[in-house]
């Protein structure tokens, strides 16, 4: 591999004579695409496993814990929290992530001096450990379908469109010239963004760059998808069909309650599904269909949203094994008879992060980012073909270890 000052790959030519190059001591496989991020839950993961008084725990009560936990959270604490979970993706093989950030105002829900104060912070945080960032500021409005007023502790996350807008327009400077780097958006839900607000802040984005990633969580919980049948008679996927164009520029993230049809569309659309199987495991959100959506040719990225995992592997192992457990057979998602799952389902989610962070990252080949990981036995100087190192670092890991993350040609793990 030859790569420019940039950190993009210039040349890349199998069993070339190495000469004086540098030497990799393992397989290397393109650095894996974190599309769901909501960096400042890194430090409540694995603190909300208590059982409540009533016993009837859900996401709903989960999110009341998060809510209070942003009762004193300042930009100092984020950023702090923000660049020790980058450092921990980058040692698990994540080399870029898409932070969907929706913590914009002070504790009071008062904007800060610097209405992109937070944001800046996320965008540092990336910088000090050394990730690629795709930025999704989040637009929130309500509180739930139909415009309900958003409550008091959502006041964090509020904007109208005008405000918002002049969010976008202070951040882009922060993104010119920079390939480590993408400015995006994230409608947070269709329960907090009405259809006519959703096409406002496109034409915002349209405006500022077209061709900008588009983030919004869809279908996570069965009682989201029934309170939307309630308002307006359509699930939300039939919904945001009917009223704006999807298409391969979209990450739809949680993507689990769907109907056949619902699935169908998102498939042919272009748009990646972004699956986040630990979080959506310990919210009980559900399975996503992963098998027919395959087979029907849809695109799929993964992310560690509330970070209860940080490691892309097991997020793989979850995506297969999940499968497995609902049809009672193995190798479910393979590609083809004889192919490796481990390897297909990589390249797949390489392939769709890439789409959803809207950046040249998840391959390696002339044009992309020089964005890879390491991969090695700790235990013995490896005899395994790639491939086999790969389904062993997903569906058996012990002594599969990353023994070195490169992003944009320099090593990472030692920030
Ligand atoms: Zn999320």
């Not at 795709?134 to 959502?154: I, N």
């Not at 405006?207 to 309170?227: C, F, K, Y």
């Not at 949203?305 to 999940?322: I, K, M, Q, T, Y």
Request: aromatic letters at 6%; glycine letters at 10%; one cysteine or more.
């Amino acid at each position: 591999m030859e790569g420019d000052a940039a950190g993009n790959l210039i040349r890349v030519t199998p069993d070339a004579d190495p000469g004086d190059a540098a030497r990799l001591n393992g397989v290397v496989i393109p650095g894996v695409p974190n599309v769901h991020s909501h960096a400042f839950q890194f430090a409540l993961a694995g603190k909300a496993e208590r059982a409540g008084p009533s016993r009837a725990d859900s996401f709903w009560t989960w999110r009341e814990l998060m809510y209070g936990f942003l009762s004193d959270l300042d930009p100092d604490g984020m950023e702090v929290i923000a660049t020790r979970l980058y450092r921990a993706m980058l040692a698990r093989g994540y080399t870029s992530v898409g932070e969907f950030h929706y913590v914009h105002h002070d504790v009071d829900g008062h904007p800060y001096a610097d209405p992109a104060e937070t944001s800046r912070r996320l965008l540092r945080a990336a910088e000090t450990a050394g990730i690629g960032i795709t930025l999704l500021p989040v637009y929130y409005e309500d509180g739930g379908f139909g415009g309900v007023p958003a409550g008091p502790r959502q006041s964090r996350f509020l904007h109208d469109p005008d405000g918002f807008a002049r969010l976008l327009q202070t951040l882009a400077p922060d993104f010119v010239s920079r390939p480590d780097r993408r400015l995006g958006i994230a409608p947070h839900s269709l329960r907090a963004v009405r259809p006519d607000r959703l096409t406002a802040i496109l034409a915002t984005l349209n405006a500022l760059d077209p061709t900008a990633p588009v983030h919004l969580h869809i279908a996570e919980q069965p009682r989201e998808v029934a309170d939307c049948l309630d308002w307006c008679g359509k699930r939300p996927v039939e919904l945001l069909f009917d009223t704006t164009t999807v298409d391969s520029r979209w990450c739809l993230v949680h993507a689990t309650h769907l109907s056949e049809q619902e699935r169908q569309a998102i498939a042919g659309s272009g748009a990646v599904a972004g699956l986040c199987l630990t979080t959506e495991a310990n919210l009980g959100d559900g399975l996503f269909p992963a098998e027919p959506y395959l087979a029907d040719g849809g695109a799929i990225g993964i992310g560690s949203d509330s970070h209860v995992c940080v490691d892309p592997a097991e997020e793989l192992r979850w995506l297969e094994n999940g499968q497995r457990l609902i049809t009672g057979r193995r190798t479910v998602l393979a590609d083809e008879p004889g192919s490796s799952v481990g390897t297909g389902l990589l390249q797949r989610v390489c392939r769709g992060g890439a789409a959803a962070l809207g950046r040249e990252i998840g391959a390696i080949s002339a044009g992309s980012r020089a964005d890879f990981v390491v991969l090695a036995d700790q235990f013995e100087d490896t005899v395994d073909t790639p491939a086999t190192l790969v389904d062993r670092w997903i569906f058996a890991p012990a002594g599969i270890r990353v023994v070195d993350t490169i992003v944009g040609g320099q090593s990472r793990l030692m920030n």
